[in-house]
């Protein structure tokens, strides 16, 4: 296995959005938080032989972290079509030894049954924009639906909702850390040139 600094320095290739929508919360997850979630992921034995999704890949860039790392399979999965290009081009970037199936699809009535054990990576929409509200909400639903274990990035003051709804879904949150981490100035309502999120990571086991 590769240090996750190693991983790191592999991820920073990975191209952000073309011309993110704001609407859809579409900023790029940074390297050095997709490198720790995979490779916590990894060191709990959740990547290798697992099929991985990431659910609104965005950019790619989680599932091409999981892809380094040995998995079975490995699906990214987003609503809009242009971050799917990106991230079929980030692929050819890291140039990984095999491929991610990438799928258009509504992560809230994800088309996928994944065959054999299944992790979930996810940097969902926050649920921060008008209109976007509980997006993470239904996005862990669907986790709890496909997946055995799930690592999710939420906002911070996610820890009561994110162990309510596990224990709600038959689920249970084993980890929890908080990160964060800089936004590039892409959205007008971003005032300061970089703006810092604080966030919290939680991996979840479905199905206890
Ligand atoms: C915070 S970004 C994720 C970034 C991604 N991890 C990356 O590094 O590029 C949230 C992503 O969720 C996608 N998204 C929002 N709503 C969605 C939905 N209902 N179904 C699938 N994808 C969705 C957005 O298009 C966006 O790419």
Redesign the pocket.
Known sequence: MSTKRALAQQLGVVAG?DDP?VS??????PPEL?ATLVHTADLQGDVEDHVVV?????????ALGAVLRGPTQVVG????PA?LATAIENERRVAAASSVSWVR????RAPLCPDGPTTVLM???FGAQAGNEH?DRAFLATASEIADVSYSIHNEGSKEFVESFAADNHGAVTHAFAAEFELPHQFEFHEKDDHVVDAEVFRVEWRE
């Open positions: 959005f929508q859809l919360e579409q900023y790029r997850t997709a990431d659910l609104g890949c965005g950019t790619g860039m989680l999965l987003d609503v809009d971050p699809a509504d992560a809230t940097n969902p929409p997006a």
